[in-house]
């Protein structure tokens, strides 16, 4: 009752947002707009930018980069703000990073479009052709993977190798994007949608070394714990898993051509198994807190072990299972003999790299608005994702495109850039692609957290049914390469 209740508000604010934006729009204005920013003393000191972004992460760099090469913007003074320090990386050290993204078809071309994905090659991605999911609790499992065997599915990449191929992208369009780093926003004060005499017209930022900056359009980069949405009031929907991710790097027993992503359904929560290179690989363990802690102070050969046996044990099937979905899976053939697809077996782990392993909390969050007047937010200042699906870095980069593209074609139509006529649109069309995504991996997450019999029998019969289908398999794949 608890996930429907949340997944419903979900779908309501999104109906609200759909409503509002086509029938009640100067309603919607006035829900959304601000207490009055007044002139201080020094107004008249302040730059004033056209675009700030809060947030040099992942998606706030590629936001900058995005709207530095978009002719459309030329000329438009655009800020990139991130309060850590900048990095860099002329060539990848020789350990692996444990925080990795995987990158669909679309977010790389993305990337690609805005000229970093060529630095990301050249320092460390891998490819991966083929994906295979299963059950720990029957033998029921799916394969995804393309026509074209040479076909990439996704990409794994490091996510310290993604900002830093962007900053190096980034370095290039000085004369079209300003950055600051170390550069940490203290207080924002905002403007009303409509302006009296007597306040400030745009977005004011306060720097904590007392420098203030305004702009006509302020996104919101700047995480799950984002200031910007909190700060302008833009209500949120979240709530935690009551899991934590254990993440590391894997040394696999010998060497393999490694194009295959691996996730197992455990009772505790998913545990993957991504592609690095031919030796390694990486982990994301999904679990219950307690049990995170407890991989966490295992000595290096007990954590190995408990690896192998999450991709490896059957303790967890029962008989009355194996034998329902043995006589599903017979029918199946009966009615579609050539589909499905073979099993494999996943690589054994002999190691993991030194110090590399580490955990996370776990949680879901969506804000119930992405825009405000002169205001938008994207990347997770929006939404958070449980990592089961992957798929937390594509919304990001997803926004990106959407928002470079639909700012552009408001200036190019003479448009206010932070005005809300626009910016719905933007806001209606990434929760129409993100709400669905979200509330499908709400749910597999919630189906799969629980060894009662119906419902593994459930997804046993869903898991067959779906892998012997492959239009239905084609849907999934082009649905989550956007």
């Known amino acids: 009752m608890h996930s429907f209740t949340k997944t419903t508000f979900l779908l309501n604010t999104f109906g609200r947002q759909y409503v509002a934006a086509n029938y009640l729009p100067t309603a919607k204005f006035v829900n959304r707009g601000f207490a009055c920013a007044e002139h201080g003393q020094d107004s008249g000191k302040n730059e004033v930018y056209d675009i700030i972004i809060s947030g040099g992460g992942m998606v706030g760099t590629a936001m900058a980069c995005s709207l530095g090469l978009d002719p459309n913007l030329e000329g438009k003074k655009i800020l990139l703000l991130e309060a ?59 394969t995804f993977d393309k026509d074209n065997q040479l076909e990439e599915m996704a990409y794994i990449v490091e996510n310290d190798v993604i900002v830093a191929a962007l900053n190096r992208q980034l370095d290039t369009l000085s004369e079209n994007v300003n950055v600051q780093y170390q550069a940490k926003v203290v207080k924002y004060s905002w403007p009303r949608s409509h302006q009296a005499a007597d306040c400030i017209p745009w977005v004011q930022l306060t720097l904590a070394s007392g420098h203030t900056l305004q702009t006509k359009l302020l996104i919101g980069a700047d995480g799950p714990n984002s200031m910007v949405r909190r700060e302008s009031g833009i209500p949120v929907v979240k709530w935690n898993y009551d899991q934590s991710a254990v993440v590391a790097v894997l040394r696999l027993s010998e060497p393999t051509e490694n194009v295959v992503a691996w996730q197992r359904f455990l009772p505790t929560g998913p545990v993957a198994m991504l592609p690095l290179s031919d030796t390694e690989s990486s982990l994301v363990w999904s679990t219950s807190h307690l049990h995170a802690e407890h991989l966490l102070e295992l000595d290096e050969e007990s954590f190995v072990d408990a690896i192998n046996s999450a991709f490896w044990s059957n303790e967890n099937q029962s008989e009355l299972v194996e034998t329902a979905g043995s006589l599903f899976r017979s029918a199946l053939s009966l009615l579609m003999p050539s589909s499905g697809s ?67 074609q408001a200036v190019f139509n003479g448009k206010d850039l932070g005005a809300m006529q626009h910016l719905l649109d933007y806001e209606t069309e990434r929760q129409r692609h993100n709400l669905p995504m979200m509330a499908a991996i709400d749910l597999m997450k919630r189906l799969y957290s629980t060894n009662a019999a119906p419902a593994v ?24 390469s956007k």
């Open 84 to 142: 850590g320090k900048k990095k860099e990386m002329d060539r990848v050290p020789e350990a692996y990073s444990t925080r990795v993204s995987s990158i669909s078809p679309g977010s790389a071309s993305l990337l690609s479009g805005i000229g970093a994905w060529d630095h990301i090659v050249k320092l460390r991605c891998k490819p991966y052709q083929r994906m295979q999911v299963w059950d720990a609790c029957s033998d029921a499992l799916i």
């Open 342 to 408: 073979a099993r494999q077996l996943p690589p054994s782990v002999a190691g993991i790299g030194p110090k590399s392993r580490v955990l996370f909390p776990l949680g879901m969050g969506h804000a119930s608005e992405y825009i405000r007047h002169r205001v938008a937010l994207i990347g997770d200042a929006a939404h958070r994702v449980h990592p089961l699906a992957g798929q937390g870095a594509n919304l990001g980069f997803g926004d990106v495109a959407c928002l470079t593209q639909v700012l552009g």
């Open 457 to 480: 029998l459930l997804r046993t019969f869903g898991l067959q049914a779906t892998n012997i289908l492959p239009p239905l398999k084609e849907q999934i794949m082009a649905y989550a």
